[in-house]
């Protein structure tokens, strides 16, 4: 692998024209393939195929015809000014005026009048209406919003107050396109700091953006043919955005210590890529691995959103192993610190090996192992505590700011009806073979309202065939409480009696039940996803390190990692722990997907810092170091540019948490605060006091098991370069020997 890489470093820095070209050809190429390619479209794959309230949404639209089960729907919410009543004449005359107009609108399926129904509250100070679009949100044109917006105004101007739920008029949420500056502009802030060169804090930004270029472009272009979108594309934007400056400033920054070293231009590019590259492509595995796991889990949105943002890390990483060196040979030196540039490799060499703040630390550990890997066990132990009260959820109007008419129609509703009747229960009823199903339906009706925790429901709707039917029924508590889950499991306990009683057969959907659904399946495939991605990764890792206990040691690093940032989420995000400063409007559960996908790509994240860091201290000790010699030397190449690569992470992740879109939000803090963890306190302080207590038999590896495993030599072994410029690379350098094998 490194005599491969070192090889392909040398050639791109040698045909530096034609690599960039070609680089510039495919981004133009899949530009304008963007351009032209039409918009995605909604290809009716289900949410998540499997599960009941799934299940039940396909029936609804496919035993009522003329209709999509996941039309738009507008509820209207009329609250009387105080001291009256919307069952007075003035207030009841403008509301029916309201509901015939919208009733009359083209793309309007029905417009329910408030009071035919019975939707009035027990005090009459609030009523609503629901209009049922045949299309869905995406497809309302501005003139259909405009009507019914003109038609809500003019109710407004007779005294009553009207709020709009639904997903008719829904604002959505404030892009967060500036997310992406504020990430690329700290960033840059971090590389020259780091390398105190323009030029040097440049590279990484420039490849990085080309990385994501490409990938976003291609992401639009094949966006109608499968069904993707700027939404599906957001997390590769993140990922691709951040791993590509890290890759970048890992060839980068060897490039600069080859060259110290004395080493020709094209020379140290390619044993900067024949070391760093292969770190880079392990990390880079690494990762993707964690992303395309996300296609076990059986969600099609997440599976799209995992393999577009493994597909940006794998352009991330051939542009580290191919433009990254090509830009070094068309200005070789202008990525040097200045000292080097004005007194030669011998400014270089002074300081090359020469303590750092790394080497500090590292000598710290090294006096200290038991207490820094208490305190860092401990530490994250802690953090880790409020994971144990994780609750999962889908937030909807509630979570949104009170300014939002939505928010305030959800209140409004909760204020009028109760709590429950913003998350009523759809009961589908599927009579056919019955003999009389008007009888079959209202039977099912009468037991599941006499069901404890419901408060209501709905008058039966056969569809025109004759053989379904649907009502709602309305719980007592709010949809993301534990009452209403406990309604919904013991209807579906109780199904099997009324079932055989009734002959009909019945299933509960409704956005409510599907939270319930998708939150317990999602549960349900975390553990078989964890299996997956780690038995991959510790595999990979087995490889590359050729070490049974160093792959265990960074596993075991992940899971504190990845508890600690859950934990943290849960104290921001659901108990609402300085929730203000990150701009959360209501704390609640936490979105359903948001676990297992900041799981998924923490564990990507935590082994490419691991394979960074260690792949320097076990190159050091193939190379004849003694074990904690090896540390120290790792830490001293390795630690100031993974603390850098870790902070432009941290800050590429942070500018995503002022997103508008919940996920995105939780994602971004999230990750920021898993690098935070795992970078500065596993990577840095854990690993290093592990492989102190463990010395020689860190490296330890089973005789059958090291004839058994392919030679990758990501340490660069094989590159032994030769003092004089430009030569290749030579084996005559004897290497360590491995320690013995059982």
Known sequence: MATFLYRLGRTAFRRRWLVALLWAVLLGAVGLGAAKAPAASDDGTSFMPGIEAQQAFDLIGERFPGGDADGADARIVFVAPDGEKVTASANRAAIDTLVTGAADAPRVESAVDPFTTGAVSKDGSTAYATVNYKVKADDLTDADK????????KVRGSGLTVEVGGTALATQPAAGGSAEAIGVALAAVVLLITFGSLAAAGLPLLTALVGVGVSMAAILALGSVFGLSLTTGTLATMLGLAVGIDYALFVVSRYREERANGHA????????????????????????????GLSV????????????????????????????????????????????????????????????????????????????????????????????????????????????????????????????????????????????????????????????????????????????????????????????????????????????????????????AMNIDIAQALQNALVPYLAVIIVLALLLLLVVFRSVLVPVKAAFGFLLSVLAALGAVVAVFQWGWGADLLGVEQAGPIMSLMPIFLVGIVFGLAMDYEVFLVARMREA??????????????????????????????????????????????????????????????????????????????????????????????????????????????????????????
């Open 146 to 153: 405009a009507a019914l917006e003109q038609a809500i105004a």
């Open 621 to 742: 000790y193939v190379h004849g170091g003694r074990a904690p010699q090896a540390i120290v030397t790792g830490f001293r190449h390795s630690a100031r540019v993974v603390g850098a690569a870790a902070v432009i992470m941290i800050a590429v992740f942070s500018g995503f948490i002022g997103a508008g879109e919940a996920m995105i939000k939780t994602i971004g803090f999230g990750l920021a605060v898993a690098v935070l963890f795992d970078a500065f306190v596993v990577r840095m302080a854990l690993v290093p006091a592990v492989l102190a207590l463990l010395g020689d038999k860190a490296w330890w590896l089973p005789g059958w098991l090291d004839r058994l495993l392919p030679r990758v030599d990501v340490e660069g072994s094989g590159l032994t370069a030769s003092p004089a410029p430009g030569t290749g690379p030579t084996h005559s350098e004897p290497a360590r020997q491995e320690p013995a094998r059982l």
């Open 265 to 292: 231009p094209r020379e140290a590019t390619g044993l900067a890529v024949g070391t760093a590259g292969s770190a880079v492509v392990f990390a880079g595995l690494t990762v993707v691995i964690a992303l395309a």
């Open 297 to 512: 889990v059986g969600v099609p949105m997440l599976t799209k959103m995992g393999l577009c943002a493994a597909g940006a890390v794998v352009v991330a990483v051939l542009v580290a192993l191919t433009l990254v060196p090509a830009l070094l040979g068309m200005w070789p030196d202008a990525v040097l610190s200045r000292a080097l540039r004005k007194r030669g490799p011998e400014a270089g060499r002074s300081t090359g090996n020469a303590d750092n703040g790394g080497t500090r630390w590292a000598r710290f550990v090294l006096r200290r192992p038991w207490t820094v890997l208490v305190a860092c066990v401990a530490g994250l132990g802690v953090l880790a505590l409020p994971a144990a009260s994780l609750e999962m959820g889908m937030p909807g109007a509630e979570s949104k700011p009170v300014s939002s008419t939505e928010r305030r129609a959800y209140d409004a509703l909760a204020d009028g009806f109760g709590a429950g009747f913003n998350g009523p229960l759809t009961i589908v009823v599927d009579t056919k073979g019955v003999a009389d199903p008007k009888a079959a339906v209202a039977g099912i009706a009468q037991e599941i309202g006499a069901t404890r925790g419901v408060v209501s429901v709905s008058p039966a709707r056969f569809n025109p065939a004759g053989d379904t039917a649907l009502f709602s029924a309305v719980p007592t508590a709010g949809p993301n409480t534990e009452d209403t889950k406990n309604v919904v499991r013991t209807i579906r306990a109780e199904r099997a009696d009324l079932e055989h009683e009734t002959g009909a057969t019945f299933e509960v959907t409704g956005s409510t």
